[in-house]
């Protein structure tokens, strides 16, 4: 099976893909482009799809970076390849150096990454609501600036992200988002099970990248939870009680 990966026009003439679950080496509940090094899939098989993706986007394997994600608002800027040990505890990666790509993992959170063309840098962010609330998207444009990115100039892509009809969220969820802006009121709607809602997690990500000011952004609305044939999902798996769940990837890069 070829390899599958949904390209933005927001991001046309960047090496980038927001990488589907087709095209890999994976069996089983992991079929078949899974990207998780954190999942208990085979390591062997991991190792291919991520080389896959790399020739994909132009780089050697080793290049491809991704870093090891804990819900944060810190990005941080790289020039070279790390230890496979040794990958920093961050959820945002930019760089400006030819011959790497940044990369990042979702099965439901936010997957966004970014280019000013005209500077040469790059960057990938893992935005789940945590990421999204507390900064993630901010921190990106501003490590991107960091590197002689002009924000006007910044184009950026959402990639699959779980869509509002398919993120259940209770009364202590909604209550922490309005503590924080009583505008995000406009992200939630009630759902059928009383003091429940339905929460827009791409709607909250494009509004933050709006408020940004970045040039020019694509919102793909590609709901991981609904599409099991292309997408991963982690709330999709906890509900049907199954034992673990591949890894989706969306990669950018800047080939030498």
Not at 47 to 67: D, I
Not at 79 to 90: F, G, I, K, L, Q
Not at 125 to 130: T, V
């Amino acid at each position: 099976m070829t390899l599958e990966a949904i390209r933005s026009q927001a991001l046309d003439g960047v090496s980038h893909g927001f990488f589907t679950r087709k095209g890999g080496a994976s069996q089983g509940i992991y079929a078949s482009l899974n990207g998780g090094v954190g999942s208990q899939d085979d390591p062997a098989a991991v190792a291919e799809n991520r080389a896959r993706m790399a020739a994909f986007l132009g780089v050697a394997p080793e290049n491809f970076l991704v870093p090891y994600q804990i819900h944060s608002a810190d990005a941080r800027t790289v020039s070279a390849p790390w230890a496979a040990d040794a990958r920093p505890r961050c959820d945002g990666l930019v760089s400006n150096t030819p011959g790497l790509g940044l990369g990042v993992t979702g099965a439901d959170c936010g997957v966004l990454l970014m280019a000013d063309a005209r500077a040469g840098v790059i960057g990938a962010a893992h935005a789940g609501w945590k990421g999204a609330l507390t900064g993630m998207v901010e921190a990106l444009v501003a490590a991107m600036e960091g590197l002689g990115a002009r924000r006007e100039n910044i184009s950026g892509a959402l990639g699959p992200t779980i869509g509002p009809q398919s993120y259940e969220v209770g009364p202590e969820f909604y209550a922490r988002f309005i503590g924080e802006n009583a505008d995000y009121a406009r992200f939630f709607t009630p759902s059928r099970q009383a003091e429940h809602f339905m929460f827009d997690l791409p709607g909250l990500i494009e509004l933050r990248v709006e408020q940004a000011g970045i040039g020019r952004f694509d919102n793909t609305r590609l709901d991981t939870y609904s599409d099991e044939e292309r997408f991963f999902s982690y709330r999709r798996t906890t509900h049907r009680k199954e034992p673990d769940y591949g890894r989706l990837v969306a990669g950018v890069a800047l080939p030498a």
